[in-house]
């Protein structure tokens, strides 16, 4: 049961995470908030068809459950960002909270160390909790949205955790089976919010290792330390083990043996040849960056940066190698060391090293160094610095004469310290542009960060900037195949369409398997009067991507231009296939078989796309103008009245409610009225001659 004093704990855990994040939850979306929920189809497609728990369970392995929170936050919100940051930040909280559960539970076993908690006023579990909820290292998971994969993984992670020790001691076959189940049902969400759960059985095992029930007897407990002591060497060894037999693993892979579907993909993670990195210069530069970017953002966390330019190990003969590697096997064979003195910093030390196998051990991965990889197992961090506090002030409580002065001093200035540091990164965080420059300052020789600040200059229309930063991008990397994409974007929005086709055929000429390049170089060709070599580019564009659909609607277009109207329906069909719920595409569709003066055909594709979004004004004017041919002025009128209360702008409407007053009603005074409007509000529109004469003739 929760008592009093941790009700306080857990409200002062909230409260300093909502002051340290407070304002963070107005900061724009970033980077793969574009790809990943801003631009994701399927986001319009789940208001009307929510994801079902089988859909969910089917598709773990893609993250389904961060996908569906996601989902959750469009279908209550639309895509405000407000309502996104919130629920990132209330994981978060949560996270925290469970971080005090779980080392309230682990400090049962503290027999285990020489040291009591019971002579210390420090609460570990409070001061672990605090400590993770304002760390600075932390805010790209929680200010970046497309993080919250690992805020529910690690979330999820402790859940297990939690539920399976509480489990393991409940008397009550009852309980125990509740907390095994809810344990095994949390390990399958965390699967299917990120992989990082894969350790969490191993931190499990060690747990179990390090904790055994206290009815053990002597001798089990004698073969436990010795399986410990195993089991660690194995953890040490075993990124090197794998080393040695990766190229083997390659030769394995390349023979003419057929393995089963999830044993190939296995082989394949550990025979790592993704570009250049190989997996041993991978794990060489990794002993690098956890040394000398993790640890040292950890203990001084100033200076972060969203894409930090971390250099490539050059081998063993690099010498910060060979220091990092010192370092860390010092590290672990001090957890062996502590593992009989204090085996709650013992498990802190394997805590951290085991929850950062997945991204920093053999597997390459784009980026060497990311912030985000630091969250769980900086949890084994807080383990040991809580842990070392406590058994610091147990030691000097009596000897000391200001022991209180000196505990809060110790622990609030570095709380203090790291909430400010925490909302002075949240302000660089507000919108892309101030995140991906101080990325720049920062990286001044990486070209990603260059490239990514002009496309956020790009989305604010700040042209001059956007070409600069662009431009800075290609001087480092010459061949850098997305920024010449971008700047061609760019000079295309300053219609310098010359510079814009050069830019995409450098693209090209880099990197021929590049679909949106060959899609934007058509638009180009075809802004430029060229329709032949427009409809080259966008079908290399499908024929790279099958559903490319946006390049099937360009083409369709042309072909509706060109009155190659079969053509153009089967293009436009052909798009529909991919797009089933864009009603744009239906109102070209009507409009061709307008065309080849098929009504019927053309009613029934306005119609598909008025039902599809009611409040569509092209839609709904078609259909209008359908009724007026078909001579249903009524209804044609009441159609029209529809659009003017949707777009009180629409000149089309007034003035073709003032050629329906004029046939219909007789009324020449009312259908002036409505001339008039529809001139007053574009007066260059390509009938404004031929009304101008009504509005003369109908006047006398």
Wanted: with cysteine; proline share 4%.
């Amino acid at each position: 049961m929760i008592n009093r004093r941790e009700t306080c704990s857990f409200a002062v855990i909230f409260l300093i995470s909502l002051l340290s994040y407070f304002n963070s939850f107005e900061n724009s979306f970033h980077y793969d908030d574009y790809n990943y929920i801003l631009n994701n189809e399927a986001f319009k497609e789940y208001v009307n068809h929510p994801f079902s728990i089988k859909q969910t369970l089917s598709s773990l392995s893609n993250r389904s459950v961060t996908l569906t929170s996601l989902y959750l936050n469009y279908s209550i919100s639309d895509f405000n960002v407000f309502s996104f940051h919130i629920l990132n930040f209330s994981v978060h909280t949560l996270t925290c909270l469970l971080i005090f559960i779980l080392f309230k539970e682990i400090s049962h076993f503290i027999q285990y160390s020489k040291t009591s908690l019971s002579v210390s006023k420090i609460n570990m579990p409070f001061i672990g909790g605090l400590l993770f909820a304002v760390h600075p290292i932390n805010t790209q998971t929680v200010t970046y949205i497309s993080n919250r994969s690992t805020l529910l993984a690690t979330f999820f992670y402790l859940l297990f955790l939690i539920t399976f020790i509480r489990g393991s001691r409940s008397k009550s076959y009852l309980n125990q089976s509740l907390l095994f189940f809810l344990s095994l049902t949390s390990l399958v969400l965390g699967y299917g919010s990120k992989l990082i759960v894969i350790t969490a059985p191993a931190l499990l095992i060690v747990y179990c290792l390090f904790f055994p029930s206290p009815k053990l007897s002597i001798s089990k407990k004698h073969v436990i330390n010795k399986l410990t002591t195993g089991i660690a060497y194995c953890i040490i060894a075993s990124p090197f083990l794998l080393i040695a037999f990766s190229k083997h693993i390659t030769n394995l892979l390349s023979a003419d043996i057929k393995f089963p579907h999830y044993a190939r993909t296995i082989l394949m993670a550990l025979s790592i040849t993704k570009d250049y990195f190989s997996s041993a210069i991978y794990l060489l530069t990794e002993l690098k960056v956890i040394v000398f970017y993790y640890m040292k953002m950890i203990f001084f966390p100033f200076n972060q940066n969203v894409d930090p330019d971390f250099p490539i190990a050059n081998g063993l003969t690099d010498m910060s190698v060979l220091c990092s590697l010192f370092l860390i096997a010092l590290f672990l064979t001090g957890g062996l060391y502590f593992q009989k003195k204090n085996r709650l910093i013992a498990f802190g030390i394997f805590w951290f090293y085991l929850t950062l196998l997945p991204t920093s051990s053999i597997i390459p991965l784009l980026d060497t160094a990311a912030e985000h990889r630091v969250y769980l197992p900086y949890i084994g961090i807080i383990l040991i610095i809580s842990v070392s506090l406590n058994n610091f002030f147990s030691k000097h409580n009596k000897s000391s004469r200001f022991p209180g002065v000196i505990c809060l001093v110790s622990i609030l200035l570095p709380l203090l310290l790291f909430s400010s540091l925490t909302i002075q990164r949240n302000f660089i965080w507000k919108d892309e542009v101030s995140l991906w420059n101080d990325a720049a300052k920062k990286s001044p020789w990486k070209p990603r960060p260059f490239n990514n600040v002009g496309e956020a200059y790009e989305k604010e229309s700040n042209y001059q900037l956007a070409v600069e930063n662009l431009k800075k991008a290609i001087s480092l990397a010459p061949n850098y195949d997305y920024a010449h994409n971008n700047l061609g974007t760019v000079y295309g929005k300053l219609n310098q369409l010359d510079l814009a086709i050069k830019e995409y055929k450098h693209v090209l000429k880099v990197n021929d398997h590049f679909p949106t390049a060959h899609f934007n170089l058509g638009k180009a060709y075809e802004m430029k009067g060229v329709p032949d070599e427009a409809i080259k580019e966008y079908y290399l564009a499908i024929k790279k991507q099958h559903d490319f659909y946006q390049a099937y609607f360009n083409l369709a277009n042309i072909y509706s231009r060109r009155k190659e109207y079969q053509k153009a329906i089967e293009t436009y069909q052909e798009f529909l296939k991919y797009k089933a719920s864009e009603s744009a595409a239906y109102v070209e569709l009507g409009k061709v078989f307008i065309k080849i003066e098929k009504i019927d055909e053309a009613f029934n594709y306005f119609s598909t796309a008025a039902k599809l979004d009611s409040n569509y004004v092209p839609a709904k004017i078609a259909i209008g103008n359908i009724f007026m041919m078909k001579g249903n002025l009524n209804k044609a009128e009441e159609i029209f009245q529809q659009v003017l209360r949707l777009d009180a702008k629409n000149f089309t409407a007034y003035n073709n409610l003032g050629l329906i007053y004029l046939q219909h009603e007789k009324d020449p005074s009312r259908a002036v009225y409505h001339f008039q409007k529809s001139l007053e509000i574009n007066p260059s529109q390509p009938n404004a001659k031929s009304i101008m004469e009504r509005i003369k003739k109908y006047s006398q």
